[in-house]
């Protein structure tokens, strides 16, 4: 890939944001960390500094070195990026008397400025910071001022360096992606390039030449992730793409059967495996769900490492791995905390000495669908819920039976089914069922029972950090209900799940 734009992270919560906004403008665009970036920037157009949790003002402070850019590179400084350059170069920065967050309006822009060009006057922004510009550095020109904030924006004469305080990334600013084109496309004169058809021709270029005659392993799972690298992959090389789909047997109803149907369909090199019988067998009586998130890691592992090594002069093991994960595992930060183990599966153990080849990782989730959809992939496998590794094992509370996984395909089968022949699927971001381990007394004819009890639940997330259940019509809620209990043997009670995420998580293990 071309290098466009370089974004140093100071650690806002919002760098990401950043990156998604200039990319929604066709401009590829990457973030590095502010103290590891790097050192030859000739391929960079221009460079955008983020905001940070940190005030300039105190020790620990981020410092970057700005050498390379500064007068070098069309700069765009961000909240602490403006701050920054304010109190190291002349300006002053103090804390605010007053409030200096959420949403307010620029009540002075300076005319013929091409920043502002196509700004509404009383255009609404977004401020989230508790020092304050109270004199700009030297060279400074103030550009923009709200009521509260006289230096809400400023360039610096003689240089391309233009510094807010506010957020351009947040959607309540709403001109921020206009200032962000006027400072990329017309100051900077960043190439628009990087749309799906760019990006699949380029990474096909690159996987040719890199990957040769080679022979590539991967793994498929059903999910978008996998199956978008596979068929990049399949277009660069073919036949010499070899992929295992592995059945745990704690997949969705029939889906092994139709996802390698799929697969295969789709002219993919694919081998399914059912592991189904050794996965259950090793998970009989465990009920602690990391413990069950290990076993299915680790059975996975082998059954996969085997397959693997049937394939003679295997060079490279393919991951789905995309850009989120990425900026993860180098942020300033650090990789965060480890809140469940499965989510940060590190691919497969060093012995199996394969190189990594990861086709997506410069990629947003949507940029991925955006390509598979480029690439011809059916709407039905790139639209789908996300589904998680260690499948319906996490869904079934307390230790997994055969018939318990039976059970919970069926219910979870209608529910889904249901939420697409009422025109929900899509609406939802990730919807399933689980299955309590508790039994309820019901009536059934003149008989009374005590069975089963099972949870839907159906959340709209972006990116399932956060969470909000969906409000799905009682009609709806009603017809699902009665269907489970009166076709699913074993369950006689539906309840919905009503709680958010956080403090609830998606999964309930
Ligand atoms: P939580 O339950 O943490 O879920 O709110 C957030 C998202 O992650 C998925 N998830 C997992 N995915 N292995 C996975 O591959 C896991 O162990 C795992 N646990 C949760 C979950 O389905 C949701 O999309």
């Known amino acids: 890939m071309q290098h466009n734009v370089l974004i140093l992270d100071f650690g806002s919560q919002y760098t990401q944001l950043i990156a998604r ?7 590829f665009c990457e973030i590095f960390p502010y103290n590891h970036f790097p050192t030859d920037l000739s391929d ?7 905001g940070s949790p940190f005030s300039v003002r105190s020790e620990d402070a981020p410092h970057p070195d700005l050498s390379q850019i500064r007068g070098k590179l069309p700069l765009l400084a961000v909240c602490y990026g403006a701050q920054y350059l304010a109190h190291f170069s002349g300006g002053e920065v103090a804390p605010s008397n007053i409030r200096e967050y959420g949403r307010a309006n620029l009540s002075y822009i300076k005319v013929n400025e091409p920043f502002f060009e196509k700004v509404n006057a009383h255009s609404q922004v977004w401020m989230s910071h508790s020092d304050t510009i109270k004199s700009l550095p030297e060279n400074g020109v103030r550009l923009a001022s709200t009521n509260d904030v006289e230096n809400a924006a400023y360039r610096i004469e003689g240089e391309q360096t233009y510094a807010i305080q506010f957020h351009p990334e947040v959607y309540h600013s709403t001109d921020g ?9 017309n100051i900077a004169q960043v190439p628009q390039n990087f749309t799906p058809n760019a990006f699949v021709d380029e990474m096909v270029a690159e996987l040719k030449e890199k990957l040769q005659n080679d022979k590539v392993v991967l793994g498929l799972s059903g999910g978008v992730d996998s199956t978008v690298a596979a068929v990049l992959l399949h277009q660069a090389i073919g036949k010499n793409l070899y992929c295992i789909f592995v059945n745990n047997g704690l997949l969705r109803k029939n889906e092994f059967e139709n996802v390698l149907d799929q697969y295969k369909h789709m002219g993919l090199n694919v081998k399914g495996v059912d592991a189904s019988g050794r996965f259950l067998s090793e998970l009989a009586g465990v009920s602690d769900p990391e413990t069950k998130r290990k076993i299915i890691g680790r059975v996975f592992i082998e059954v996969f490492d085997d397959e693997a090594h049937q394939i003679e002069d295997v060079k490279w093991l393919a991951q789905g791995t995309i850009y989120p994960d990425v900026i993860e595992s180098v942020s ?9 183990s499965h989510h940060n599966v590190g691919g497969l153990p060093d012995y199996m000495k394969l190189s990594i080849v990861e086709p997506l990782r410069m990629l947003f989730k949507d940029e991925v669908r955006r390509v598979g959809a480029t690439l011809g992939i059916d709407a039905s496998l790139l639209g789908r819920h996300p589904f998680p590794g260690p499948g319906l094992s996490i869904r079934i509370l307390g230790d997994i039976t055969l018939e318990k996984v039976r059970i919970l395909q069926e219910v979870d089968a209608l529910f889904i089914e249901g939420l697409k022949s009422f025109g929900l699927y899509d609406k939802v971001w990730q919807a399933g069922a689980i299955l309590l381990p508790v039994n309820s007394v019901g009536v059934m004819g003149d008989e009374r029972t005590y069975e089963k009890v099972v949870a839907l639940r159906a959340v709209e997330s972006t990116d399932g950090m956060t969470a909000d259940w969906v409000h799905l019509p009682y009609d709806f809620l009603m017809k699902i209900s009665n269907e489970i209990i009166n076709k699913v043997k074993g369950v006689n009670r539906v309840v919905y799940d009503i709680s958010s995420k956080p403090p609830a998580t998606i999964e309930w293990e």
Request: no cysteine; glycine share 4%.
């Open 21 to 27: 906004r200039v990319r929604e403008l066709n401009i």
């Open 44 to 50: 960079y157009k221009a460079v955008i500094l983020s």
């Open 177 to 185: 992606k206009q200032m962000l084109e006027n400072f990329l496309v």
């Open 332 to 340: 300033v930060k650090g990789p965060s905390a480890t809140i469940k």
